[in-house]
């Protein structure tokens, strides 16, 4: 009975001891840099768009509803630090973060599930290669290095989302609304404090999908479990660690 | 102890189960370094099981598994990849890398292991695909060839080290008559200019009377005969006999062995 209810534990220590292992396997090589580029690149370009394209809307949506709470008191012209602080802050990794773990998170674990399915993963082992250090890692580092830059991409089309709605559709003046932005959003605290979160996101996603991928079961339904897993966790684990994060530096 | 002496692969009183459903029930085995040897039995019986415990990927819940002398399952991580860098393995199904071409598929262990520039690796490449009767089909896909094109390709790969021991888990399956000479010469030459041990796993007793040295026949968990091919033919023994001219009636049960009466 008392092995249900250990068994959580367990596989949060064994998870631990994934990333551990993966840490130990980096290595100053051209080799594991050359593949995490590859890797960064095939990730970052699998969500570029779907990021870009929500980016816009979240954008939209940002600048009509602080216009409306805004207007209220009469200070519709301060739009841009309102969206620009809880972009740049908030809502820019962390849905950076939830769509990467859909779109490239699990990719990763159902490549990495199949490849574990159909014994390619025991081959490598066979060949005196770690699958680890060769398959888990790259993925897991491409995630540390294009999860920033997506929430960079995301948070940039996010003010041009609010720049056509509250200026194009709105009819906001343009010099308010960016001299707003530059003078209340500041780049150190604000921006990279949000890229450096994303970093840590991106590490989770990845690393969580790579994990999911290494321990699915070797069959079809234990590729589409590790799949599945991969986005209620990963999910999960970035809103309890963003929450974390912000109470710490705030 | 001089090394020569030390058998390549020697299994001694092996037990190995998969959860509680006992597979090997004290297998023994000696393999004489630079020997065929061949292992038969019927599907299930753990063939596969035992060319896993040589490579390390399983280990014996009692007895010992040793390769060129040393105990596979004391071997640390390290240790256990250093063998394997002198082990090839042909697996059953072939685990082709799908998302790389024939040509890297070969390739990859050289890169791993190997200090060589792009035109040596290239020359080795083809060289083997060449002998397996493939020369040309580098720049393939695992998912272009057929299921006999595509061991073929995983045999090359399994060699293309120079391995001293290589295992064979039915390097014939699914090949047509022409391909089955073709490879079994290829192991047999193999073997003897380089001098490695191979363990070839198959159903196929014609082709291994041909091939191997030394032949071990494996029935419900346990070494049920073993001798040099020819002996074995004219075995008396029931399971043995049963086996070697694939008669229905006999002691080896065709079922599955964790069914219930077992
Ligand atoms: N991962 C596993 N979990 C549980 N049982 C297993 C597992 N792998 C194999 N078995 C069982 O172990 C037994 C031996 O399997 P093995 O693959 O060694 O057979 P084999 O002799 O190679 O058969 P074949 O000739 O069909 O390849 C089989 O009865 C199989 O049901
Ligand atoms: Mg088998």
Redesign the pocket.
């Given at each position: 009975m008392s092995a249900r209810w250990l068994e959580p534990v367990a596989t949060a220590g064994r998870a631990g001891l994934f990333t551990l292992q993966m840490l130990a396997a980096i290595r100053p090589s051209m080799k594991q840099a050359g593949e995490t580029l590859r890797q960064a690149y095939l990730v970052g370009a699998r969500s570029l768009i779907i990021i870009m394209i929500c980016g816009f809307f979240v954008g939209m949506v940002l600048a009509l509803q602080a216009i409306n709470a805004l207007a209220q008191f009469g200070a519709a012209d301060q739009v841009s630090l309102l969206v620009g602080k809880s972009l740049f802050r908030e809502l820019g990794p962390v849905l950076t973060a939830l769509l990467f773990a859909g779109r490239a998170g699990t990719a990763i674990a159902a490549e990495i599930g199949l490849m574990k399915a159909t014994g390619q993963i025991d081959a490598m082992e066979l060949m005196a290669i770690d699958p680890v250090e060769r398959v888990a890692l790259p993925r897991f580092l491409a995630g540390l290095i294009s999860v920033p830059l997506l929430t960079a991409m995301f948070s940039a089309m996010a003010i041009l989302g609010a720049v056509v709605f509250a200026i194009g559709v709105m009819g906001l003046d343009a010099g308010v609304f960016w001299s707003k932005l530059q003078t209340g959003v500041r780049f150190g605290e604000d921006f990279m404090g949000g890229i450096w979160k994303s970093v840590a996101f991106g590490g989770l996603v990845s690393g969580t999908a790579a994990w999911y991928g290494f321990s699915a079961r070797p069959t079809g339904a234990g590729v589409a479990t590790a799949t599945t897993n991969t986005v209620v966790i990963s999910s999960v684990l970035v809103l309890v660690i963003d929450f974390i994060m912000t109470s710490f530096f705030t | 102890m001089p090394l020569n002496d030390t058998p390549a692969i020697r299994l001694e009183d092996v037990v190995f189960r998969?959860?509680d459903?006992l597979?090997l029930d004290g297998v023994s085995m000696t393999i004489p370094r630079g020997a065929i040897a061949a292992v038969m039995?019927p599907?299930?019986?753990?063939?596969?099981?035992i060319l896993r415990l040589v490579s390390g990927q399983l280990r014996p819940e009692s007895g010992r598994v040793l390769v060129n002398g040393e105990d596979v399952s004391a071997m640390n991580r390290k240790a256990l990849y250093r063998m394997r860098e002198n082990l090839g393995f042909l697996l059953?199904n072939g685990a082709l890398f799908t998302d790389l071409t024939v040509f890297e598929n070969v390739a990859t262990p050289l890169r791993e292991h190997r200090d060589l520039d792009e035109p040596a690796i290239a020359d080795i490449v083809e060289a083997r695909l060449d002998a397996v009767g493939l020369a040309g089909t580098g720049d393939l896909m695992p998912h272009e060839l057929s299921g006999g094109m595509a061991r073929r390709v995983a045999l090359a790969r399994a060699v293309v080290l120079d391995p001293a021991i290589v295992l064979f888990d039915e390097p014939m399956a699914g090949l047509d008559p022409i391909a089955v000479s073709t490879i079994n010469a290829l192991i047999r030459r193999t073997n003897d200019d380089l001098g490695l041990t191979s363990v070839v796993?198959t159903h196929d007793v014609v082709q291994m009377k041909k091939l191997a040295d030394y032949c071990y026949i494996l029935a419900e968990g346990r070494i049920a005969g073993e001798g040099p091919p020819a002996e074995l033919a004219a075995s008396d023994d029931p399971a043995v006999d049963q086996f070697m001219n694939g008669r229905m009636d006999g002691p080896i049960p065709f079922r599955?062995?964790?069914a219930a009466g077992s």
């Amino acid at each position: 009975m008392s092995a249900r209810w250990l068994e959580p534990v367990a596989t949060a220590g064994r998870a631990g001891l994934f990333t551990l292992q993966m840490l130990a396997a980096i290595r100053p090589s051209m080799k594991q840099a050359g593949e995490t580029l590859r890797q960064a690149y095939l990730v970052g370009a699998r969500s570029l768009i779907i990021i870009m394209i929500c980016g816009f809307f979240v954008g939209m949506v940002l600048a009509l509803q602080a216009i409306n709470a805004l207007a209220q008191f009469g200070a519709a012209d301060q739009v841009s630090l309102l969206v620009g602080k809880s972009l740049f802050r908030e809502l820019g990794p962390v849905l950076t973060a939830l769509l990467f773990a859909g779109r490239a998170g699990t990719a990763i674990a159902a490549e990495i599930g199949l490849m574990k399915a159909t014994g390619q993963i025991d081959a490598m082992e066979l060949m005196a290669i770690d699958p680890v250090e060769r398959v888990a890692l790259p993925r897991f580092l491409a995630g540390l290095i294009s999860v920033p830059l997506l929430t960079a991409m995301f948070s940039a089309m996010a003010i041009l989302g609010a720049v056509v709605f509250a200026i194009g559709v709105m009819g906001l003046d343009a010099g308010v609304f960016w001299s707003k932005l530059q003078t209340g959003v500041r780049f150190g605290e604000d921006f990279m404090g949000g890229i450096w979160k994303s970093v840590a996101f991106g590490g989770l996603v990845s690393g969580t999908a790579a994990w999911y991928g290494f321990s699915a079961r070797p069959t079809g339904a234990g590729v589409a479990t590790a799949t599945t897993n991969t986005v209620v966790i990963s999910s999960v684990l970035v809103l309890v660690i963003d929450f974390i994060m912000t109470s710490f530096f705030t | 102890m001089p090394l020569n002496d030390t058998p390549a692969i020697r299994l001694e009183d092996v037990v190995f189960r998969h959860g509680d459903r006992l597979i090997l029930d004290g297998v023994s085995m000696t393999i004489p370094r630079g020997a065929i040897a061949a292992v038969m039995g019927p599907s299930g019986v753990g063939k596969t099981t035992i060319l896993r415990l040589v490579s390390g990927q399983l280990r014996p819940e009692s007895g010992r598994v040793l390769v060129n002398g040393e105990d596979v399952s004391a071997m640390n991580r390290k240790a256990l990849y250093r063998m394997r860098e002198n082990l090839g393995f042909l697996l059953q199904n072939g685990a082709l890398f799908t998302d790389l071409t024939v040509f890297e598929n070969v390739a990859t262990p050289l890169r791993e292991h190997r200090d060589l520039d792009e035109p040596a690796i290239a020359d080795i490449v083809e060289a083997r695909l060449d002998a397996v009767g493939l020369a040309g089909t580098g720049d393939l896909m695992p998912h272009e060839l057929s299921g006999g094109m595509a061991r073929r390709v995983a045999l090359a790969r399994a060699v293309v080290l120079d391995p001293a021991i290589v295992l064979f888990d039915e390097p014939m399956a699914g090949l047509d008559p022409i391909a089955v000479s073709t490879i079994n010469a290829l192991i047999r030459r193999t073997n003897d200019d380089l001098g490695l041990t191979s363990v070839v796993v198959t159903h196929d007793v014609v082709q291994m009377k041909k091939l191997a040295d030394y032949c071990y026949i494996l029935a419900e968990g346990r070494i049920a005969g073993e001798g040099p091919p020819a002996e074995l033919a004219a075995s008396d023994d029931p399971a043995v006999d049963q086996f070697m001219n694939g008669r229905m009636d006999g002691p080896i049960p065709f079922r599955y062995a964790g069914a219930a009466g077992s």
